[in-house]
């Protein structure tokens, strides 16, 4: 039987957190696949976030991680920058700096310490720019942008890593839901369009099934349930990971699933 799913960017297996000894992410094994926009969805403190540092090396964790057959546990710090951006929960800057300042801060993994920069870095901000729509917002000051304007200036400026994968935790944590949509369209067409490998945290199960090509549930640590939206967003896993009955309904016109608690 032909398979024809994308070959995956990453391979995880046996990926474990553990703080003060207790396992916030207890041996999961998973599949990202490339090109694909992947969803981590779950009750707070299921293990999502530390799962996708851990995944970064950003928090101590035993496991393999091999980026397209390559092992990472260890590769250089720059070097994983070059190949996965991640956008963090909380990001910050001071207030006063303008927003082609912040968006030239994602070349720092390509440049030798604090040198100018070259065509490629600046041809990389162009494109994320162009991407982010910021152009009219360059010399603008980070404090004087509103939250949806925010949001898009720090993507900006994990685009500017010109990395193929992206990992985004909660990037439309604080958002309305218009600012919301619109971030996560943007990511979707990064994904259709240039191929961007994306793995994003969300709380919001609508939002998750309205834009992941696939969903990764997890619960107390572990992985509870994973597949295409179509083959995961299922009442009855739902209500299992996060206790609390609901129906899964279709949305008319995409077709696409939504949630309805009781």
Known sequence: MRDD???????????????????????IALNVPA???????????????????AIRRLVPCTGTVELWGDDLSRA??????RRIAMLGQ???APKDMAVRDLVALGRYAHRAGFGRLGADDRAAIAR????????????????????GQL??????????????????????????????LSTLGLVRRLADDQGLTVLVVL?????????????????????????TVAEVFDADLISQVFDIPCTVMTRPKSGRPFVVTE
């Open 151 to 180: 949001q898009r200036a720090w993507l900006a400026m994990v685009l500017a890593q010109d990395a193929p994968i992206l990992f985004l935790d909660e990037p439309t944590n604080h958002l309305d839901i218009s600012h919301a």
């Open 76 to 81: 250089p710090h720059r070097t994983l920058a």
């Open 5 to 27: 799913r994308p070959p995956p960017a990453l391979c995880i297996r046996d990926l474990t957190v553990r703080y003060d000894g207790v396992a916030a992410v207890d041996g």
């Open 128 to 147: 994320a720019v162009a991407a982010t729509q910021l152009d009219d917002l360059l010399d603008r000051p980070l404090g004087a942008l509103s939250g």
């Open 203 to 227: 709380h919001d199960l609508n939002l998750a099934a309205g834009f992941a090509d696939r969903i990764v549930f997890m619960k107390a640590g572990r992985i509870a349930g994973e597949g």
């Open 35 to 53: 090109g694909k926009v992947t969803a981590l969805c779950g009750p707070n403190g299921c293990g999502k976030s530390s799962a996708l540092k």
């Open 90 to 92: 909380a990001p910050d």
